[in-house]
C-alpha cells in the first residue's frame, strides 16, 4: 500500500462538476492499493500518515502531526501511484489491486483514519469515480510512505 501525502492549506474533491469533499489545514493522501494488500496495511498506514511530524511548530521545525494541529484529512484513491513505466511509453497497472479487492481496503483505510483523528476530520473520494482534485499544497510539502509489505 502506498500513499502520497500533500501537506495543504485546503483541498476539495468534485465530482461531474459538484463539490463532494472539501477540507482546510491537514493532509490530501493520495491511496495506492496493491495485489496481496490487506487490512493491516490499512491500520498501519492509517496510524503513519496521521503520525507523520510534517507541520511545524513553534520554532518552525516539521515536529507536529495532523492530529497535533488539529489538522483534517481528505483520501483519494489512486490506483496509477502503482504504475510501471520501466518498459514502453504506456504504463502497466498490473501491481494495482482490482476493484473489487482495493474498495473494501479503501474504505478500511478511511474508517482506520476516523478512529485515529476523528470522524469529522476525514472526508473522502468517491472509489472508481473521475474526480477533478483541487489543492494548496503548503510548503510545499510532498511525501511517499509505504506499509511495510
Not at 491511496?31 to 511545524?56: H, P, V
Not at 498490473?94 to 472526508?123: C, H, N, W
Amino acid at each position: 500500500m502506498r500513499a502520497l501525502i500533500q501537506r495543504v492549506s485546503s483541498a476539495s474533491v468534485s465530482i461531474d462538476g459538484q463539490m463532494h469533499s472539501r477540507i482546510g489545514k491537514g493532509l490530501l493522501i493520495f491511496l495506492g492499493i496493491r495485489t496481496g494488500d490487506s487490512e493491516k496495511e490499512c491500520d498501519y498506514l492509517a496510524e503513519k500518515c496521521a503520525s507523520l511530524r510534517i507541520f511545524e511548530d513553534a520554532q518552525d521545525k516539521m515536529n507536529l502531526s495532523v492530529k497535533e494541529v488539529n489538522g483534517s484529512v481528505l483520501v483519494v484513491s489512486q490506483f496509477t501511484l502503482y504504475a510501471d513505466t520501466r518498459k514502453g511509453n504506456r504504463p502497466s497497472f498490473v501491481e494495482a489491486a482490482p476493484p473489487q479487492t482495493a474498495e473494501p481496503l479503501y474504505e478500511r483505510f478511511v474508517v482506520s483514519m476516523q478512529e485515529i483523528i476523528g470522524k469529522d476530520k476525514v472526508s473522502s473520494g468517491v472509489f472508481r469515480a473521475m474526480m477533478d482534485v483541487s489543492l494548496i499544497n503548503d510548503g510545499p510539502v510532498t511525501v511517499i510512505v509505504e506499509s511495510k509489505n
